[in-house]
Nanobody
Framework: QVQLVESGGGLVQAGGSLRLSCAAS????????MAWYRQAPGKQRELVAT???????NYVDSVKGRFTISRDNANKMVYLQMNSLKPEDTAVYYC??????????????WGQGTQVTVSS
């Protein structure tokens, strides 16, 4: 069984920084794309950033220049460095990964989420 476990959320003042981490474990053949999503109260889940296995990245416009996604393939980790945080960044942040659990089977996995709260 594959698990994604996030850590690093918390309460921070506007303008501050947080670094989220996500560790993948279990029966993993290879990890393809990884991503961070977020969901604020009363809103739909939103894609924040993606990173391919080769390291290519994409960001939603609202976080460009402030957030950086990175990954450590050897240790099956993905990170989200969040700088210049704003109150509107408050949400539960979820790790997502597209994982080959065998050479012929790919599945999508989600972490349990970590709360990020930015106070004004």
């Amino acid at each position: 069984q594959v698990q994604l476990v996030e850590s690093g959320g918390g309460l921070v003042q506007a303008g501050g920084s947080l670094r989220l981490s996500c560790a993948a474990s279990g029966s993993i053949f290879r990890i393809n794309a990884m991503a961070w999503y977020r969901q604020a109260p009363g809103k739909q889940r939103e894609l924040v950033a993606t990173i391919t296995s080769a390291g290519s990245t994409n960001y939603v416009d609202s976080v460009k220049g402030r957030f950086t996604i990175s990954r450590d393939n050897a240790n099956k980790m993905v990170y989200l460095q969040m700088n210049s945080l704003k109150p509107e960044d408050t949400a539960v942040y979820y790790c997502n990964a597209d994982i080959l659990v065998s050479p012929w089977m790919t599945r999508e996995y989600w972490g349990q989420g970590t709360q990020v709260t930015v106070s004004s």
